[in-house]
């Protein structure tokens, strides 16, 4: 069973619009919540993180939104650019103990295109 | 300053065969773990390990090896070759200091084919 949930699985989404991308997660222990980018042929690579103490991180055009009690999280691309299509992945860990290490936990992906 | 660095890039297998993905990061990182990456299925943990000489079983280790003799390469070995471990194979570092929440650099991966 999928314990990062992440909808949807793509997204067309108009120069200059909005790209909202969703992450559901099951497992309390999570406490480390990044998102990663991926292009076509390369490996992931980190765009932002954000930790549970915080509701809100932003960096640039990127938002992560967290909501603890509903275990909730999500990624806001705003005035998307055709250079912001790729594949993005939520993930989860834990920062603490044994089962750290990042040992990532990661959602089924989202494709974006953004249209010119 | 090469970051992590996958060998092969392609590959192509029979059932059966086995293979060593080879994987190197020069960041001194001490941990380092190995994802399969299937559509729709994001990243799945196979192996890791949290310094030389200490591995441990991700989510889906069946089917695979892995040894850590050296800060610097993790390989993965493939015993036998199955069409089901047709994927792209990602290998991973990062620092090993709690709390655990840098960055996790990627490889380029490793795509696997098996007939």
């Known amino acids: 069973q999928q314990q990062v949930k992440q909808s949807p699985q793509s997204l067309i989404v108009q120069k200059g619009g909005i790209s909202i991308i969703n992450c559901a997660y099951e497992?309390?222990?999570?406490?480390?919540f990044p998102w990663y980018q991926q292009f076509p042929g390369k490996g992931p690579a980190l765009l932002i993180a954000?930790?549970?103490?915080?509701s809100e991180k932003k960096e640039g055009r990127f938002t992560i939104s967290f909501n603890k009690s509903a275990k909730q999280f999500s990624l806001h691309i705003m005035d998307s650019q055709p250079g912001d299509s790729a594949t993005y992945f939520c993930?989860?860990?834990?920062?603490?103990?044994?089962?750290?290490?990042?040992?990532?936990?990661f959602g089924g992906g989202t494709r974006v295109l953004v249209k010119p | 300053n090469a970051g992590v660095t996958q060998t092969p890039k392609f590959q192509v297998l029979k059932t059966g065969q086995s293979m060593t993905l080879q994987c190197a990061q020069d960041?001194?990182?001490?941990?380092m773990s190995w994802y399969r990456q299937d559509p729709g299925m994001g990243l799945r943990l196979i192996h890791y390990?949290?310094?030389?000489?200490?591995?441990d079983q991700g989510e889906v280790p069946n089917g695979y090896n892995v040894s850590r003799s050296t800060t610097e390469d993790f390989p993965l070995r493939l015993l036998s070759a199955a069409p089901s471990q047709t994927s792209v194979y990602f290998c991973?570092?990062?620092?090993?200091?709690?709390?655990?929440?840098?960055?996790?650099?990627f490889g380029q991966g490793t795509r696997l084919t098996v007939v």
């Open positions: 991973a570092s990062s620092w090993g200091r709690e709390p655990m929440n840098t960055e996790a650099f």
């Open positions: 497992n309390t222990a999570f406490d480390y």
């Open positions: 954000i930790r549970p103490d915080v």
């Open positions: 993930a989860a860990s834990m920062r603490w103990g044994k089962a750290a290490g990042n040992k990532l936990t």
């Open positions: 960041m001194n990182h001490e941990y």
């Open positions: 390990s949290v310094g030389a000489g200490i591995t």
